[in-house]
């Protein structure tokens, strides 16, 4: 995906374009379905495994004239890759999705069986069966 970044300096806002890859998405899923409404709530379960890499699309602004100038700018860049990173990260962990299955007609519809319980024995009978 193709990721947009704002940042002000100053009086003037920087705009920095970046690829996003999401390299490692190692995680249980908690798949949670209601028949009667039609519709599934997917989310991801506990604290999945994430990896993500971010690429710059265009040229990256330097400054100009001293080095150490241009240091101090590859250093801001790469902490707002890692900020970028972390926010895309916790962004993906933090993700729910909501399918509502009732928008297709053939979705099959369960219908519950009613179930009739036996009778019932009174506290420490059981071995009486």
């Known amino acids: 995906m193709q990721l947009k970044a704002f940042r002000q300096k100053g009086e003037k806002v920087e705009v920095s374009h970046y690829r996003v890859n999401v390299n490692r998405l190692r995680a249980r899923l908690n798949i949670f379905a209601i028949s009667e ?5 997917v989310k991801f379960d506990g604290w999945p495994d ?7 699309v265009g040229a990256i602004k330097a400054a100009g004239g001293i080095g150490s100038a241009i240091g101090q700018v590859q250093e801001e860049e790469a902490h707002l890759r890692e900020l970028i990173s972390e926010i895309v990260v ?10 509502n299955m009732g ?7 369960l219908d519950r069986a009613k179930y009739a319980p036996g009778p019932r024995l ?3 009978y059981d071995s009486l069966l």
Do not use: E, M
């Open 37 to 41: 409404k039609l519709t599934v709530d």
């Open 50 to 56: 994430i990896k993500v890499s971010l690429a710059p």
């Open 90 to 99: 916790g962004a993906i962990r933090g993700t729910s999705f909501t399918w």
């Open 103 to 109: 928008q297709y007609g053939n979705c099959p519809r």
């Open 122 to 124: 009174p506290l420490h």
